[in-house]
């Protein structure tokens, strides 16, 4: 497992680091409130640090003695990023935990975001752990498609960060053709860039129209591939480019053509 911090390439923190300097209390300033404060302190500590706790180590037991107590708290932001327990689950990559704790949850729970747009599901997409995502997905189907940080899918978090398993996952339950043709090509370019070649294969294969547009950066997903002439690998490999594009009715472009020649 690993430490529990996921990166994404923007630098954002996915994911928290430990519980002592994550888990906030937000106070009431009035002192005339003193009994609510008190109230309202002990609820925090007997709900979100416990439960911050269990899902960072994994302590299903742990959790469900708190949810038991209070369902709703499955809903509640236990971080400063606005992080439910969920996304700690997921970051950490517990997946027993994140089983049991989906079931306690409806759909619209699962779709909750944090302070940066994030559902849990962008979590398990950056750490890769493919059966997390699965639990999510079948309880809401609509998750692949939310966005989160920076307006990105759950589908282009794993490319970035080149989870090739998740990416195929994820690319297989995500509605590509709802996607803007310019989140298709991000995904198709980033793809290539991360040499996730199956997956860039498959996109092209079923859009071919994508392989000489440009993406956020100005980036063609054939010139892209021609900067990594080893990655066509055995003719037979390349054999299968070549259909590819082919197919895509390219056969004449320049791009192609030097991959030809490679």
């Not at 497992?1 to 630098?11: A, F, R, T």
Request: net charge neutral; charged share 25%; with cysteine.
């Amino acid at each position: 497992m690993s430490d529990g911090n996921v990166m994404d390439q923007q630098g954002i923190f996915l994911s928290p680091s430990s519980p002592q300097t994550e888990v906030y209390w937000d106070a009431i300033d009035d002192a005339e409130n003193e009994a609510i404060e008190k109230t309202r302190r002990f609820h925090f500590l007997d709900t979100s640090v416990r439960l911050y706790k269990a899902a960072l180590k994994g302590d299903w037991p742990a959790a469900k003695e708190v949810i038991d107590k209070y369902p709703d708290a499955v809903t509640y932001s236990i971080t400063r990023r606005k992080d439910k327990v969920l996304h700690i689950a997921a970051a950490a990559e517990h997946t027993g935990f994140v089983k049991e704790l989906v079931k306690r949850m409806d759909q619209d729970g699962l779709a909750l975001p944090n302070l940066h747009g994030n559902t849990a599901i962008c979590f398990a997409a950056a750490s890769g752990i493919v059966p997390i995502a699965e639990e999510m997905v079948k309880k809401n189907i609509e998750l692949p498609m939310i966005r989160g940080s920076k307006r990105m899918t759950p589908l282009y978090m794993a490319v970035l960060q080149g989870r090739r398993n998740m990416v195929a996952y994820l690319y297989s339950v995500t509605a590509f053709i709802r996607l803007t043709p310019l989140e298709r090509i991000d995904i198709l370019v980033a793809c290539i860039s991360s040499d996730l070649y199956e997956i860039a294969l498959k996109i092209l294969k079923d859009y071919p129209e994508l392989s000489t547009m440009k993406d956020t950066y100005g980036k063609i997903a054939l010139q892209e591939l021609a900067k990594k002439p080893y990655a066509i690998g055995s003719k037979s490999q390349l054999s299968v480019w070549e259909r590819c594009l082919n197919s895509c009715q390219y056969a004449s472009n320049p791009i192609f053509l030097y991959l030809h020649a490679c």
